[in-house]
Nanobody
């Protein structure tokens, strides 16, 4: 069974930094896109950043220049380095990945979410 397990959330002051991690586990052949989304109460989940196999990345305008997505393919892990955090970054952050299963089909998976709170 494939799972995405996130870690690294928490409470941070405005201007501070956090690094989120998301590790994929289980039996599968590979991972294509790995992404981070976030969601606040009453709002739709929004894409924060994506990392495509091969090195391409993209970011939401609201986080460009502050957040960096990276991945370690050997560890099957994607990271989100968040700097200069703002109150507006407070949300539950979710990891998402397109994973090539043992049936040679891609399936989309979500992590359980990790809370990031920016507050004094």
């Amino acid at each position: 069974q494939v799972q995405l397990v996130e870690s690294g959330g928490g409470l941070v002051q405005p201007g501070g930094s956090l690094r989120l991690s998301c590790a994929a586990s289980g039996t599968f052949f590979g991972i294509n896109t790995m992404s981070w989304y976030r969601q606040t109460p009453g709002k739709q989940r929004e894409l924060v950043a994506s990392s495509i196999t091969g090195g391409s990345t993209n970011y939401a305008d609201s986080v460009k220049g502050r957040f960096t997505i990276s991945r370690d393919n050997a560890k099957k892990t994607v990271y989100l380095q968040m700097n200069s955090l703002q109150y507006e970054d407070t949300a539950v952050y979710y990891c998402n990945a397109d994973i090539l299963g043992t049936s040679y089909r891609f399936y989309n998976y979500w992590g359980q979410g990790t809370q990031v709170t920016v507050s004094l």
